[in-house]
């Protein structure tokens, strides 16, 4: 990419993305997690209606562990984030820092024009490859 080229979205999105059915256990997505050593999981749409989830460690500690509750017991809908942001893949990555600095989010779930999952996008990744 030349160096007058604007960054997309796309262009620094994380495309190797796992997603989990919202009907699945707690601790169902853990394994996932553990067997692909990540720290959150996308929710999938139940129709073209419906807007997507997100499923991080985080939530999982603070409703589920420390809650005293069993994984196996807990279902995914019940603890996640929803709706999430989701960042069309051909924006400027520079509007999509701003915009997450602005909400206070750490990432994005990437979409296209028909917003089908394309990937993920960290404000550590869009920041790190900012070449100024």
Do not use: C, W
Request: no cysteine.
């Amino acid at each position: 990419m030349s160096g007058d080229e604007p960054m997309r979205v796309a262009d620094i999105m994380t495309v190797d993305v796992h997603s989990v059915d919202g009907l699945a256990t707690v601790a169902e997505a853990m394994t996932v997690m553990r067997r692909h050593s990540i720290s959150s999981l996308v929710v999938s749409r139940r129709n073209a209606d419906d807007e997507f989830g997100l499923l991080d460690v985080s939530d999982i500690a603070s409703q589920v562990v420390a809650a005293g509750q069993a994984p196996e017991r807990v279902h995914v809908y019940e603890i996640m984030a929803k709706p999430v942001l989701t960042l069309p893949s051909d924006m400027l990555a520079r509007y999509a820092t701003r915009l997450l600095v602005r909400l206070d989010l750490s990432q994005a779930v990437v979409v296209d024009h028909d917003r089908n999952l394309l990937g993920m996008a960290t404000l550590r990744d869009l920041v790190l490859a900012d070449g100024r």
